[in-house]
């Protein structure tokens, strides 16, 4: 089994989403500076890389965001919509290839507002003033348990960012949900996240619960190909409990190594979260089957409404936690689990 969290990241960022990702929805709205390079590069979800002998009109080409030389006064900032309200558990401001154009310093303010910001704000310091260093990873948790909108990441004096992450989870108020109402309720925007997986060669396995369809075979959860008995699969902690209605498995641009069919099984494990994801594992043998085993086809959309899970969905009752069970192996580009909340 591979792993089940990203041992590669600090624990506050283990099975959180990047709330600052383009292709979740957020957005930059302004940045005091951006000479060298736009602020919109900087929230990219590819790593940052490095072209050594490309340049445009405006000097030496750079993946993220670059102010000018300040030659006053002052600092450079930017501003940020967040994919969605959320909180926040720490940062990653990443310098890669930034070597001596990096900002020596860095602050993160923070607010919450209904539209965007404007003179009236009032913004909170939420990451006091830390030093950066040259093309690297630089970790910072943030520990305030406060919903956030908007970002504003201050550099002093100037320089490039290649990529911002913001790690946290998503915040939807689902007392607003009306009764009956059918939300996704796996959506990474709605709180969803992968908490265990099989394997996870190829793609980007987080992209499976992202909004909209997949642009290409690299925007979605692949597997390698399987030379031994069984099968991959996937869990799920759904971003609110509920009663399943509809499932959506896409295979966009997955052809010639789409699965042949799947499966979801699915349970309630209550206040269950990421860090137990071996108990997770352990306990998904024994899950309730939603929807039976279907055939499966190349690029197309695969939706399963009540006449396919209705029956076994009663059986599992409000469900929290749902395993894709893939056979025997390859690529799905998106998940949605449509239901009500209970």
Not at 145 to 166: E, F, Q
Not at 267 to 278: C, F, H, I, T
Not at 286 to 310: N, R, T
Not at 312 to 322: I, K, M, W, Y
């Amino acid at each position: 089994m591979s792993d089940t969290i990203q041992t590669d990241l600090p624990a506050f960022a283990r099975n959180r989403i990047n709330l600052a990702s383009a292709g979740l929805g957020a957005v930059g709205l302004s940045a005091s500076d951006e000479f060298f390079a736009p602020l919109e590069r900087m929230l990219s979800d590819a790593p940052a890389i490095f072209y050594p002998d490309r340049y445009d009109d405006n000097g030496k080409w750079m993946d993220g965001w670059e102010s000018r030389r300040k030659r006053g006064p002052g600092h450079d900032h930017a501003i940020i919509r967040l994919a969605v309200p959320g909180v926040i558990y720490g940062f990653d401001v990443d310098t890669s290839h930034f070597t001596g154009n990096y900002p020596p310093a860095f602050s993160i303010e923070g607010c919450r507002t209904e539209g965007d910001p404007d003179e009236t704000t009032e913004w909170i310091e939420i990451q006091p003033q830390a030093a950066l260093g040259p093309s690297s990873h630089h970790f910072f948790p943030c520990d305030n348990g406060l919903v956030w909108t908007h970002l504003r990441l201050n550099i002093y004096p100037d320089g490039g960012i290649a990529r911002l992450r913001v790690y946290g989870e998503p915040w939807r108020d689902w007392s607003k949900v009306a009764p009956g109402e059918e939300v996704d309720l796996a959506s990474a925007l709605n709180g969803g996240r992968v908490v265990a997986f099989s394997d996870a060669h190829y793609g980007s396995l987080h992209r499976v619960l992202a909004p909209g369809r997949g642009v290409n075979m690299g925007d979605g959860w692949e597997t390698r190909r399987r030379r031994e008995p069984g099968n991959d699969w996937l869990i799920v902690q759904l971003g609110h409990p509920g009663i399943i209605k509809r499932i959506v498995v896409d295979t966009a641009h997955y052809k010639g190594n789409y699965p042949d069919r799947c499966s979801l099984d699915g349970a309630d494990l209550g206040n269950a979260a990421g860090d137990l994801s071996q108990m997770i594992v352990t306990s998904s043998m024994f899950w309730s089957e939603i929807l039976p085993q279907h055939k499966l086809s190349m690029d197309a959309v695969h939706d399963f409404g009540a006449a396919d899970i209705a029956q076994s969905a009663e059986l599992a009752g409000r469900v929290s936690h749902v395993r894709l069970n893939i056979y025997p192996d390859g690529g799905v580009s998106r998940l949605r689990i449509f239901g009500t909340i209970r």
